[in-house]
């Protein structure tokens, strides 16, 4: 089934140091691929979107390529912050606005 | 600024209640979604809907239902609460996908329900 499989945290860094969050997805026809995160307390922020493949969704540094030959919208940042800290969630969109997320991955950032 | 408003944000409850969680958007949003967090799970569909009166299954709708009477406003009940639905429930929006791929999934706040 349509499925989305993302890297287990928690995930722990100083500040400044570089970001992968991996994220590998599984559908059968052509999703649209989303980063959300979710500061404590809160609820989910769309934090960026790729909706075709080869496409790069980026904001506030953050930036992830959706790439159909490898089935993965991974997560970068080249310099992190300790506001970054969050539980970040990769999801895809097949049909009819229907989310499938994947499990989170938690980040701490220390400064 | 797209807001959705879950009623309640904290509840504690007691096992065999009636619990009614609300959500109310002010978009105009064809579709709204029910959605519980648990750790090491992530965020797992309980029920949704595209239109007034519409409603169908997530991937774990035992021991929920739902109802949409108007557009604004999604409500989700627990019709005899139970311990294991001592979660975090997330309710969100969004626009007719019809309209466009990719539409941005707009969520509440959440509401931590204890059942005891």
């Not at chain 1, 904001?59 to 993965?72: C, D, L, P, V």
């Not at chain 2, 509840?11 to 009614?20: A, M, N, Q």
């Not at chain 2, 294991?84 to 997330?90: P, V």
Request: with cysteine.
């Amino acid at each position: 089934g349509d499925s989305v499989t993302q890297m287990e945290g928690p995930v722990t860094l100083s500040e400044e140091a570089f970001l992968t969050i991996n994220c590998t997805y599984t559908a059968t026809g052509y999703p649209s691929l989303f980063w959300y995160v979710q500061y404590p307390g809160e609820g989910l922020q769309l934090l960026l979107k790729a909706t075709k493949a080869d496409d790069k969704g980026s904001n506030k540094g953050f930036e992830a390529t959706y790439r159909k030959e490898t089935t993965s919208f991974h997560l970068e940042k080249g310099s992190v912050q300790v506001s970054d800290s969050a539980v970040y969630f990769c999801a895809l969109e097949l049909w009819l606005g229907r989310l499938y997320f994947g499990r989170g991955t938690q980040l701490t950032v220390w400064p | 600024d797209v807001k959705v408003t879950q009623s309640s944000r904290y509840l504690v409850k007691r096992t065999g209640e009636k619990v009614f969680l609300e959500c109310v958007q002010d978009m105009d949003h064809e579709n709204m979604f029910w959605y519980r967090q648990d750790p090491g799970l992530g965020l797992r569909l309980i029920y949704f809907s595209y239109d007034v009166k519409m409603k169908e299954k997530g991937d774990i709708p035992e021991g929920y239902s739902v109802s949409r009477e108007k557009k604004e406003r999604f409500s989700l009940i627990l019709e005899s609460a139970s311990t294991n639905q001592t979660s975090m429930y997330l309710c969100a929006s969004s626009a007719s996908v019809l309209e466009s791929p990719g539409n941005t999934i707009y969520f509440g706040e959440g509401s931590w329900l204890t059942v005891v």
